[in-house]
């Protein structure tokens, strides 16, 4: 069984910075793919951030150079670097993961539980 526990969130001043954790735990050999969503009041979820199997980050345009996505292999943590913060930011951010979960192929895949960020002064 595996979980992915989110962490980070809060209350920041516009252009301050947070950092959002997701611990994946449990029977995991490694993160695959990991995938940073938001969702805004009344708004529908949208793709932030993701890594796919090794590849490059890709960001969504009204992130770009302001977020930072990256995965520790050692920790089996993925991580969301959020500087520049700005009241549209705020947001529940979900982690979304890939997991490998033996050495044969075999994966599991899920989302974690949200963390709240909002942007006020």
């Known amino acids: 069984q595996v979980q992915l526990a989110e962490s980070g969130g809060g209350l920041v001043q516009p252009g301050g910075s947070l950092a959002l954790s997701c611990a994946a735990s449990?029977?995991?050999?490694?993160?695959?793919?990991v995938d940073w969503y938001r969702q805004a009041p009344d708004k529908q979820r949208e793709l932030v951030a993701a890594i796919v199997n090794g590849g490059s980050a890709q960001y969504a345009d009204s992130v770009k150079g302001r977020f930072t996505i990256s995965i520790d292999d050692a920790k089996n943590t993925a991580y969301l670097q959020m500087h520049s913060l700005k009241p549209e930011d705020t947001a529940v951010y979900y982690c979304?993961?890939?997991?490998?979960?033996?050495?044969?192929?075999?994966?599991?895949?899920?989302w974690g539980q949200g963390t709240q960020v909002t942007v006020s002064s």
């Open positions: 449990g029977s995991v050999i490694s993160i695959r793919d």
């Open positions: 979304n993961a890939v997991v490998n979960i033996d050495r044969i192929g075999s994966t599991w895949a899920g």
